[in-house]
């Protein structure tokens, strides 16, 4: 049976028993659904997109799956995805041609079965008005009929409209949420969706500060080493990323969720690194 959700309630329930079932702080996955992406036809960037935004909201991304349009890899992905994870996000795949195939895949992943959710039905025929040529209909011709595959969901989903103006939903099954693949619309459901998500799992956004110097990584390796052992406990992270410029030099990165730790480990780094050079 269906869970229809608005907004202000959409992830209540979404991660509590995978967030409940691990001591350890909740992560997240992403798998990328297509063939045109794996061909190298299109350039992916929802990826960017969806690091970007879970690093601002603290939710630790740390998989991302790229998988063809096969019910078969897309369904393994998401079973062993789901299950190493906490959340787990999808791109791609729910249009209405042969190839569009992830509700399907979800369902298999889930041992569910597909039923046309009518909210979405509704919804599809209130905002595509008459400015489409084939409107959702599970009755109609063959153009209609593949619209309306728009709206065939896995039967245990849980639905959240994330945008008065949009028709598409954000489905949920277990602890998979299903996007489109299409950019800008993915950009615009994500940000509408993941702050509730990211308020649910409690997690803090993360921090970044850096430090540019012109020693060589070579010279920087024990240090960041040491530094990195010792703000170990506080779950900072170093990162050293050369920037081929002239002169080149190198940026380290200092990653937290702890501002204080993260400024602390930052300001020991310059002053060990202005000692060096």
Known sequence: MFCVRTLCAR?????????QKTARAPTAAFCVIGDEIL???????????????????????QKIDIVPDSQAAISASLTQLSHEHSVVFTSGGIGPTHDDITYDAVAHAFGDELAYHSATLDRMQRIMGDKVRARPDP???????????????????????VDSELWVPVVRVRNVHVLPGIPRLFA??????????????????????????????????????????EYAPWNIKLG?????????????????????????????????LADIT
């Open 11 to 19: 992830v209540r329930s979404s991660t509590r028993a995978f967030t």
């Open 39 to 61: 061909s190298g036809k299109t350039q992916d960037t929802n990826t960017r997109t969806l690091a970007s935004q879970c690093f601002s909201l603290g939710i630790n991304l």
């Open 139 to 161: 009755n109609g011709t063959s153009a209609e009929r593949a619209c309306a595959r728009m709206a065939l969901f896995p039967r245990s989903a849980h639905v959240t409209f």
């Open 188 to 229: 615009r459901m994500a940000a509408a969706y993941l702050p509730a998500l990211a308020q649910q799992l409690g997690v803090s956004a993360f921090v970044r500060a850096e430090v540019a110097t012109h020693v060589s990584e070579s010279v920087l390796a024990p240090v960041l080493e040491r530094v990195q052992i």
């Open 240 to 272: 050293s990323y050369p920037q081929w410029t002239s002169p080149p030099h190198n940026i380290v990165s200092v990653v937290g969720q702890s501002p204080g730790h993260v400024h602390a480990c930052r300001d020991k780094l310059a002053r060990l």
